[in-house]
């Protein structure tokens, strides 16, 4: 988790998104207790989306559970050319995972990855640099990367 992402932060940043969002201590207590102990980055990357995504005075708790729900599971895929969403048992198991995305992602053409990271970008403000080795990558922009590929139907195998 980027040192940066905490509870904290994140409420700094949905007051940054709805600004004239006037909560009660009601749903600030609520706000806390769903959100207060999950991924901060994940649910960073939700609150952005959910703002993106929706219209309203202030945000909802179903529209940031729903968009952290997508992170989750991008983030938690075990098997990545099937598209099973399961969570990792072990580290190895982990990072054996973001190597097989990885290697996945090679398979694409320089046009193809540029036009995705573009997607990306726009949606997550996550820069993915598509001239460096997926290894370079943050495990958020394989992740990222390989939910617009699958997406767009590009898929190999």
């Given at each position: 988790?980027?040192?940066s992402?905490?509870?904290?932060s994140?409420?700094?940043?949905?007051?940054g998104?709805?600004?004239?969002?006037?909560f009660?201590?009601?749903?600030?207590?609520?706000?806390n207790?769903?959100?207060?102990n999950?991924?901060?980055?994940?649910?960073?990357?939700?609150?952005?989306?959910a703002?993106m995504?929706?219209?309203?005075k202030?945000?909802?708790?179903?529209?940031?559970?729903?968009?952290?729900?997508?992170?989750?599971?991008v983030?938690?895929?075990?098997?990545?050319?099937?598209?099973?969403?399961?969570k990792?048992?072990?580290?190895?198991e982990?990072?054996?995972q973001?190597?097989?995305?990885r290697e996945?992602?090679?398979?694409?053409?320089?046009?193809?990855?540029?036009?995705?990271?573009?997607?990306?970008?726009?949606?997550?403000?996550?820069?993915?640099?598509?001239?460096?080795?997926?290894?370079?990558?943050?495990k958020?922009?394989?992740?990222?990367?390989?939910?617009i590929?699958?997406?767009k139907?590009?898929?190999?195998?």
């Open positions: 988790m980027n040192g992402d905490t509870w904290m994140n409420r700094f940043l949905i007051n998104l709805w600004p004239d969002a006037d009660t201590d009601d749903e600030k207590e609520l706000f207790k769903a959100f207060g999950l991924n901060q980055e994940w649910l960073r990357i939700a609150i952005e989306e703002a995504n929706n219209v309203g202030k945000p909802y708790v179903k529209w940031i559970k729903a968009e952290f729900q997508k992170v989750k599971e983030n938690t895929k075990r098997d990545f050319k099937q598209d099973i969403h399961t990792a048992e072990t580290p190895d982990f990072n054996s973001f190597v097989q995305a996945y992602i090679r398979k694409f053409p320089m046009g193809t990855l540029e036009e995705c990271a573009k997607i990306v970008q726009k949606k997550t403000s996550i820069s993915i640099d598509v001239t460096e080795d997926p290894d370079s990558w943050s958020m922009a394989v992740g990222m990367m390989l939910t590929l699958e997406k139907g590009n898929g190999h195998g």
